[in-house]
Antibody, heavy 119, light 107 residues
């Protein structure tokens, strides 16, 4: 059974750096083809893909946010960490991590973590 | 980036109705398209992958079709638990992009 869960602060101040951790079970991020991605959703709005890390440490980022994002993995802990710098109120959203299938779709998702950016 | 456009943005339907949602890609994506269902306060759920393949455990009233730039999600007989927002996502190239969503509401 594959599960993922996001953890991190619920409130950050403008200009601060957000660090979110995705802790997963039921699969290994050292298995060929496996990836874990981050997707966010502002309240009442659509989904937006942010970043992805593969089993081989290949990393991909949203072009519009690339300068602010870093994704890393700790295979031994079954964790993926996303950092986003210079947070702004427009970054207020629910942040999801998800298991990415070889075909490119996201089969398994975490429950999501609501992050509010406010002073 | 490949832009994904869904229509309609919302649809009102009754239980038992046939509902069709369209997704158009700004450039060809072969069959690299997924459909998700999202209910309020919940994470998206994968329904269809590779444009027409039904994800395990998803009821057969859901079906997907299309290739290239034009795709369709069809719910053959709408059930009460199907009232939700539906998103398409292209998996052809990075960055993966989602449509703006289609809300299926009770008529």
């Amino acid at each position: 059974q594959i599960t993922l869960k996001e953890s991190g602060p619920t409130l950050v101040k403008p200009t601060q750096t957000l660090t979110l951790t995705c802790t997963f079970s039921g699969f290994s991020l050292s298995t060929s083809g496996v990836g874990v991605g981050w997707i966010r959703q502002p309240p009442g709005k659509a989904l937006e893909w942010l970043a992805l890390i593969y089993w081989d440490d290949d990393k991909r980022y949203s072009p519009s946010l690339k300068s602010r994002l870093t994704i890393t993995k700790d295979t031994s802990k079954n964790q993926v960490v996303l950092t986003m710098t210079n947070m702004d109120p427009v970054d207020t959203a629910t942040y999801y991590c998800a298991h990415r299938a070889v075909g490119g779709d996201f089969i398994y998702w975490g429950q999501g973590a609501l992050v509010t950016v406010s002073s | 980036d490949i832009q994904m456009s869904q229509s309609p943005s919302s649809v009102s339907a009754s239980v038992g109705d046939r509902v069709t949602i369209t997704c158009r890609a700004s450039q060809g994506i072969s069959s690299w398209l997924a459909w998700y269902q999202q209910k309020p306060g919940k994470a998206p759920k994968l329904l269809i992958y590779a444009a027409s393949s039904l994800q395990s455990g998803v009821p057969s009233r859901f079906s997907g079709s299309g290739s290239g730039t034009d795709f369709t999600l069809t719910i053959s007989s709408l059930q009460p638990e199907d009232f939700a927002t539906y998103y398409c996502q292209q998996a052809n190239s990075f960055p993966p992009t989602f449509g703006q969503g289609t809300k299926v509401e009770i008529k």
